[in-house]
């Protein structure tokens, strides 16, 4: 797969289905800490969410959505990307574009999620906070990420 394969497009309703099943495939991935009833609970938010009060970009391979990036303000809100393109520099691309294009340099990360803390800490951001639970109040806690010096 070539780089030019790729590309990034805003987000439209009409994505909305690919992106829930891209949110499934990725959280299923990399959550295994989540209790099934969490995993459910938090299934039925996504599927509710309307996503246009993000900033929302997705990435397209061959017109289909393979990751998507969510940025509120200066924070990324979401970035999930399908497990068959993990470690592909893909999810580099969608946080480059979201720090150069919309001046997010701020993520939330599940604590237990060591490939994602890892994955953040290469490209450049340091913990600067931990919260004991998520913000649905769960036992899950938060690690509150911020860029450092930018490596990408």
């Not at 805003?10 to 499934?24: D, G, P, R």
């Not at 004991?132 to 036992?139: A, L, P, R, S, V």
Request: one cysteine or more; glycine letters at 6%; charged letters at 30%.
């Amino acid at each position: 797969m070539e780089r030019t394969d790729f590309k990034i497009t805003a987000y439209k309703n009409s994505l909305k289905t690919q992106i829930t099943k891209v949110w499934e495939e990725s959280v299923c991935a990399t959550h295994s800490f989540l209790k099934p009833t969490d995993f459910e609970d938090i299934k039925r938010l996504v599927t509710e969410m309307d996503f246009s009060v993000f900033s929302v970009y997705c990435l397209l391979h061959k017109k289909r959505v393979i990751g998507f990036i969510g940025v509120t303000g200066e924070k990324v809100e979401m970035l999930f990307l399908s497990p068959k393109y993990f470690r592909l520099g893909l999810g580099k691309k969608l946080m480059t574009f979201a720090f150069t294009e919309l001046g997010a340099n701020k993520v939330d990360v599940n604590e237990q999620n060591t490939g994602a803390i890892t994955f953040y800490k290469k490209l450049g951001f340091e913990v600067y906070d931990r919260s004991e639970k998520d913000k649905q109040g769960k036992d899950y806690p938060i690690l509150k990420m911020k860029l450092e010096s930018p490596n990408f």
